[in-house]
């Protein structure tokens, strides 16, 4: 069964993506590389969660890991 992830930072991490590139999302909350896997998941269950930027902007990743809006904020951290 799946651990459940742990609260990397109640708020979410501004990063400035680039159109046509690939992300990893940590969904396990563990990764160094926040809001970024790192491989710490291993053994968590969890796995990350991939994003493909569509323009360069500006993104929220959320980073307490509870949103419902995977990989991005919905403003979930502020009712943990
Ligand atoms: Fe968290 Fe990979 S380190 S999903
Ligand atoms: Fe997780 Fe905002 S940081 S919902």
């Known amino acids: 069964m799946a651990d459940n ?8 991490y501004k990063v400035d993506v680039t159109e046509g590139k690939t992300y ?5 909350g563990k990764s160094k ?4 896997c790192d491989g710490s998941h ?4 969890l796995s990350p969660v991939k994003y493909t930027a ?5 993104v929220f990743f959320c980073g307490c890991k509870a ?3 995977i990989p991005v904020c ?7």
């Open 24 to 28: 990893f999302w940590c969904a396990c």
């Open 33 to 36: 590389a926040q809001p970024f």
């Open 67 to 69: 949103t419902g809006k």
């Open 42 to 45: 291993k053994d968590t269950g």
């Open 5 to 12: 992830p742990i609260v990397a930072q109640p708020a979410p």
């Open 54 to 58: 569509d323009a360069d902007k500006a």
């Open 74 to 80: 919905d403003g979930s951290h502020s009712k943990l």
